[in-house]
């Protein structure tokens, strides 16, 4: 006969057991061979875009829902069709002191899933440049097959907020505009969540 005192601990055994792993918090991992990712804006001579090659994340859900959501893109791994581009962009980042970029989240203000589509709002840190700044992500996303999740949307940023001088070139002649946006459509790959 088990004395009372070994009761207790033995139910809860059975019942992490029966449940698995819905009591644990699952990891989701940014996958970097499906994410596009780009940084666009305006100069008084023509638009502009840079391209994102390489970022990592991770989607922490716990008990069905997200938990906690993290982006981190190297500055280096931003691209454009014009070397003095990356040049200025790096510049401009203050890529010596501050070679990432990052997004932490600090709420998951909302979830709603709709057969396979899942709409999320975040409030989060947007760090650029050194400067944390608190934002609000809106994503658009999918579940593309168990346990594959895509999210996109976008997020706009003025450069002077984060203590950056929009930069130039020609000798001044042209111009970067403040404002910037960052596009990103983004896969999230781990266990199946029902």
Known sequence: MIKKQFLFP?????????TGNSMQA????????????????TTNV???????????????INAKQPQSLSVEIPVKGIKSKEKLMDDKTY?????????????KSTEINSVKVDGSNI?????????????????????LGKIVKPGVYEFSGSIPVKMTDYKMKPPTAMLGMMKVGDDIKL????????????
């Open 26 to 41: 699952q990891s989701l991992k940014l996958n970097p061979k499906t994410f596009n990712m780009t940084i666009a804006g």
């Open 119 to 139: 709409n999320v709002t975040v409030t989060g840190n947007l760090t650029i440049a050194g400067i944390s700044k608190k934002v609000l992500l809106t994503a």
């Open 10 to 18: 033995v139910i809860l055994l059975i019942i992490s057991l029966i």
């Open 46 to 60: 023509h638009n502009f875009e840079s391209k994102v090659t390489l970022a990592s994340g991770e989607l922490i």
């Open 91 to 103: 510049e401009a980042l203050r890529i010596d002191k501050n070679p990432t970029i990052s997004f």
């Open 183 to 194: 596009k990103y459509t983004v896969t999230f790959e781990g266990p199946a969540i029902n």
